[in-house]
């Protein structure tokens, strides 16, 4: 009778001719099968690659064409209270002058005294609301004339004037804002032709000069 060793395993038959090695299962791939797999997923990530390339660009030409029409629309906006604020100055200033002979028709009515009574509040309102939308009366005696802002109906000589100067407002000037609804119509007076201006010592001299001589 065989007594069996303890600890050993009885191996399994081989067949005649194969090592070992040849009975166990290969279950690792191989190198060959895995480089199909390999560049598959390559193309594919190139191609994402080239997709998200695409919606980027895209993405920045609409981004561009949004600041445009952005812009655009601020300088539309810009241009639109622009000219609404021109046709709105058009519109008052064009009022105003419609109002400018009532309001000469007042001023000589206040020269003469005949501003009295209900015309008299009616003519104040009246000019009270020219200057709040903006009407300025201009034009004072003495003032050197100046051919933007006045107009001379009226020319003559006068020997204490050194420039041309206004002499009298035959009627005043109008503007709104830097527009000059009405040049202020002035006479004027100029230096007599020849004349020279005094220098100091000269009214002394002549004081001393024009005395009675002694005999």
């Not at 060959?32 to 598959?40: K, V």
């Not at 193309?43 to 981004?63: C, H, P």
């Not at 009407?135 to 000589?157: C, R, V």
């Amino acid at each position: 009778m065989t007594e069996e060793t303890p600890g050993f395993d009885e191996k399994p038959d081989v067949p005649s001719g194969a090592t070992p090695d040849d009975a166990e299962p290969k279950d690792a791939p191989s190198s060959e099968g895995a480089s199909p797999a390999g560049d598959a997923a390559a193309a594919q990530v190139a191609g994402l690659t080239a997709q998200l390339d695409q919606v980027r660009t895209a993405l920045g030409e609409r981004t561009a064409d949004l600041q445009r029409l952005q812009a655009e629309y601020q300088n539309y906006r810009r241009r639109v209270e622009r000219d609404r604020v021109v046709v709105k100055e058009i519109a008052i200033a064009s009022l105003l002058t419609e109002l400018l002979p009532v309001l000469d028709d007042i001023g000589r009515a206040r020269e003469h005294g005949e501003l009295v009574g209900g015309f008299k509040s009616v003519a104040e309102s009246l000019e009270t609301v020219a200057a709040k939308m903006g009407l300025q009366q201009f034009g004072k005696e003495g003032e050197p004339f100046d051919p933007t802002i006045h107009e001379a109906l009226m020319h003559s000589y006068a020997p204490d004037v050194t420039e041309t100067t206004c002499v009298a407002i035959l009627q005043p000037g109008y503007r709104f804002g830097e527009r000059n609804l009405r040049p202020a119509r002035v006479a004027v007076a100029e230096p007599q032709p020849g004349a020279q201006a005094p220098e100091p010592g000269d009214a002394a001299d002549g004081k001393e000069s024009g005395g009675p001589e002694e005999g």
